[in-house]
């Protein structure tokens, strides 16, 4: 009992002990959730103003990488004009539900949003092959962006130059989507003759000028005139002026002329029988389609003429003979796009090895663009290309070609020019001169190609493009 008692009396002490360690750590742990708490909101103000700083620096990257860019495709732009280096631009399609024949088709090709002159192919298990072109087009640019590249070329062509714009690429990857367009989203070729009206109409002061169409169409290597009523074949042959420049005997011509303010198609004639001929045809993807405008000018005060001319060619699709399992007249067929492909390939080669002689005479099709693709003019192509898994192989051989053609280099480009004042003998001037001057001009190039011989059927456009 007395121990008990002792016991007891020993007992409040150490409640009261334990009583103060308690207070001691309660309050520890809530120092410690405090500090816990504060570490933590100072750790995470830490780590926003890290990544503030960091997504401020990659701001500060990828502005200063597109200031690389841009600085980069303007030397490359002057390094291009003055080399004269065929421009090469690429259409990339969109997919459309039609071109979608297997389920969950993945897409193979991608553009880079800040840079306008990159493109990259997957090419399976990862590897990827990236590709440097002049320009490259986005499945959603729109045919204003696409003309917008073109239109500094398109504008050479009032100024006498020589400019020949091809769209190249495998069958349905948007060659005449490019070029013809349609009524509601017209392509190259109508923007193109409405952008020549309209420099044309800025000018009327200073010159005059007439625009003449032709258009023909090369299928099995027969060159036909799509302006006439009955696809009339045609030949080429050199001119029996001595100039040596070659003539289309028999094709049709057609001047094309404002009306009030307007410049129209007119209907039953240039447009209608051009667009019959040139989409609904039975082999419209296995021809080669051009339009041909020649744009002749009058300086009425020196009197001097220019002859700018501007080839818009729709190819035929490049697949590759072996691939398309063709027999027969279908073989044949193919041969003879290849041929006149592969006589494309020979000069655009022969064009980069700077060789002597140019096989332009293999192929109607590279005969016929003879003066406008050879040395001292402008040309520009559009490759196509799907961005379709089951279009990869076709679509690297496209890209490869176009890497190949970048290369050329057509020397600085030649105006066609003709100095006024009774004068007869033609002249070329560089690009680096006025565009609308003729003085100054004393660099004498041998005779221009002479005008087509037959008489050009005067023409007003009757439907607004
Ligand atoms: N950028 C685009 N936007 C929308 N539709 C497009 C585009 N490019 C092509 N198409 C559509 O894809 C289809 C095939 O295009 P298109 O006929 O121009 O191909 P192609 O290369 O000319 O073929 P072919 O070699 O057979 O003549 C058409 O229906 C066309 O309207």
């Keep these: 009992m007395a121990d008990l008692q002792k016991r007891l ?21 809530r ?24 997504s401020e620096a990659n701001k500060d990257l990828l502005e200063k990488y597109r200031k690389e860019v841009a600085l980069r495709r303007k030397y490359h732009e002057q390094l291009v004009e003055l080399k004269g280096n065929i421009r090469v631009l690429c259409r990339v399609k969109p997919v459309l539900k039609e071109d979608q024949h297997e389920e969950g088709q993945s897409v193979v090709v991608t553009t880079d949003p800040n840079n306008e002159s990159a493109l990259s192919v997957l090419k399976g298990q990862g590897r990827s092959h990236n590709f440097e072109l002049d320009r490259v087009f986005h499945p959603q640019a729109t045919q204003e962006e696409v003309f917008q590249e073109i239109e500094p070329l398109v504008t050479s062509c009032i100024d006498g130059y020589h400019v020949c714009i091809f769209a190249y690429g495998q069958t349905g990857s948007g060659k005449t989507y490019t070029m013809e367009g349609s009524t509601e989203n017209p392509g190259i070729n109508q923007r193109a003759l409405k952008h020549l009206f309209s420099e044309i109409e800025d000018r009327k002061d200073m010159w005059i000028y007439t625009v003449t169409v032709s258009s023909v169409e090369i299928y099995n290597e027969v060159l036909r005139d799509l302006l006439s009523k009955d696809g009339e074949k045609l030949d080429i042959k050199i001119n029996p002026d001595g100039t040596g420049q070659l003539h289309v005997p028999g094709l049709r011509l057609i001047e094309v002329k404002k009306s009030s303010n307007h410049y129209f198609w007119k209907t ?31 300086d009425l005060a020196s009197g001097a003429k220019t002859t700018g001319k501007l080839n818009l060619v729709d190819l035929a699709g490049s ?31 022969a064009l980069r090895g700077k060789e002597k002689h140019i096989p332009f005479r293999n192929s109607r099709l590279t005969y016929l663009l003879q003066d406008s693709l050879g040395k001292g003019n ?48 033609w002249t070329q001037q560089t690009h680096s001169q006025p565009n609308t001057s003729t003085s100054n001009n004393n660099n004498k190039q041998p005779p221009l190609p002479s005008q087509p011989v037959s008489q050009p059927i005067s023409l007003s456009i009757s439907q607004s493009v």
């Design 9 to 29: 009396t020993a007992l409040p002490p150490t409640l009261r002990t334990m009583k103060t360690d308690y207070a001691s750590l309660r309050s520890q742990v």
């Design 31 to 54: 120092n410690f959730s405090d500090f816990y708490g504060a570490a933590i909101t100072d750790a995470k103000k830490q780590i926003s103003a890290a990544m503030r700083e960091m």
């Design 268 to 298: 039953w004639e240039f447009g209608e029988s051009y667009r019959n001929f040139a989409t609904m045809n039975q082999h419209s993807s296995r021809s080669h389609a051009l339009l041909m405008i020649t744009v002749l000018g009058t």
């Design 319 to 349: 697949e590759r003979v072996w691939k398309s399992g063709a027999e027969g007249e279908r073989l044949k067929e193919a041969q003879n796009i290849n041929r006149s492909l592969l006589a494309l390939g020979d000069v655009i080669q």
């Design 378 to 425: 402008k040309t520009a192509m559009v490759v196509q290309v799907s961005a379709l898994e089951s279009n990869v192989g076709e679509t690297m051989c496209s890209l490869k070609f176009a890497e190949r053609v970048c290369k050329v280099e057509l020397g600085p480009a030649a105006r066609k020019i003709q100095r006024g004042g009774g004068s007869h003998q």
